[in-house]
Nanobody
């Protein structure tokens, strides 16, 4: 059972990246999915969330209007489209899967580095 993030890298300010998170060993359909990030010396923060049922999304104020989270249950994958990136978006981005019905489950990926620099 694991989550594997991909799509990170180095991008210039104003650029875009698309992160992906793929599940193996379980299906994402019944899981709420989130992206978190952690910058050096800072606490991990919630960036985006998508519900398991309605697929409704929520975003941190710092990324609202620039980031879009989506899910593809058929492929057990979620994505985070990040546009108009700035240096404050530099961080390791983590995918989280949380099942809020019994049996409860909580899985984390190992993270993917996003660096925004000129």
């Amino acid at each position: 059972v694991q989550l594997v993030e991909s799509g990170g890298g180095l991008v210039q300010p104003g650029g875009s990246l698309r992160l992906s998170c793929a599940a193996s060993g379980f299906t994402l359909r019944s899981y709420d999915m989130s992206w978190y990030r952690q910058a050096p010396g800072k606490e991990r923060e919630l960036v985006a969330h998508i519900s398991s049922g309605s697929g409704s999304t929520n975003y941190a104020d710092s990324v609202k209007g620039r980031f879009t989270m989506s899910r593809d249950n058929a492929r057990d994958t979620v994505h985070l489209q990040m546009n108009n990136l700035n240096v404050d978006d530099t961080a390791v981005y983590y995918c989280n899967a949380e099942r809020q019905m019994w049996p409860l489950r909580d899985y984390w990926g190992q993270g993917t580095q996003v660096t925004v620099s000129s």
